[in-house]
């Protein structure tokens, strides 16, 4: 399909643990997004990139958490020394470019941290 | 603090019955709207938008109203149906006056329809 993907889309890890999650966005999608949604929590923004601009870095919560884009292709959000309050589903999106275009989303990575 | 507010967490409507979906912001900075649908394991939808120029956008069987003054805007679905039945969050961004396409999501509804 032509669609976002992620992977893994699902992943237990110990705390204190690195992960790493991967975003595809579809092919042409020049402004890529990190969100988060723990359990009865709305979608919690983290990370915006657009084309070879410097990302929107503002939502992510502590230093622990990074990401990287190759161009305007793969995604990867890292977290560094996990934490159980990491626990939650992390949603990418992509969209056309730096506009209100709709944004379509990936199917999530769901991260439990014991 | 939630810039974007759905005070109902669940909502439970009659087929074909009309679905109302509300939604309350904080920021008058606001100039964009949106609302998703968002199925068990999957990522969230593209429904309808609506920009701060208008205070309605109607497409097939949604219709978004927005007032600014009340920084309240609604989702209707008429008729619903029991496939609508999801999670349906709203989102609200600057876009317009900030450049930015950052969106703050509201908490979600969770629509059942009943047969």
């Known amino acids: 399909g032509a669609g976002v993907s992620q992977s893994p889309s699902n992943k237990v890890t110990e705390k204190g643990k690195d992960v790493e999650l991967r975003c595809d966005p579809i092919?042409?999608?020049?402004?890529l997004y990190w969100y988060r949604q723990r359990l009865g929590q709305g979608l919690e923004f983290l990370i915006y990139?657009?084309?070879?601009?410097?990302?929107?870095k503002s939502g992510l919560p502590s230093d622990r958490f990074s990401a990287e884009r190759t161009g305007e292709s793969v995604s990867t959000l890292t977290i560094q020394r996990t934490q159980q309050e990491d626990s939650a589903v992390y949603l990418c999106?992509?969209?056309?470019?730096?506009?209100?275009?709709?944004?379509?989303f990936g199917p999530g990575t769901r991260l439990t941290v014991l | 603090d939630q810039q974007v507010k759905q005070n109902s967490p669940s909502l439970s409507v009659q087929e074909g019955r009309i679905s109302i979906l509300n939604c309350d912001y904080t920021n008058s900075m606001f100039d964009y709207f949106l609302w998703y649908k968002k199925y068990p394991a999957e990522g969230p939808t593209f429904l309808i938008s609506i920009s701060s120029i208008k205070d309605k956008n109607e497409d097939g069987r949604f219709t978004v109203f927005l007032n600014k003054s009340a920084k309240h805007l609604s989702l209707h679905i008429v008729p619903s149906q029991p496939g609508d039945s999801a999670v349906y969050f709203c989102?609200?961004?600057?876009?317009?006056?900030?450049?930015?396409?950052?969106?703050?999501f509201g908490t979600g509804t969770r629509l059942k329809v009943l047969a």
């Open positions: 999106a992509s969209s056309l470019g730096s506009s209100y275009n709709e944004q379509f």
């Open positions: 989102a609200a961004s600057e876009a317009f006056i900030s450049g930015t396409y950052k969106y703050i």
């Open positions: 092919s042409g999608h020049t402004a």
């Open positions: 990139f657009q084309g070879n601009s410097a990302p929107d």
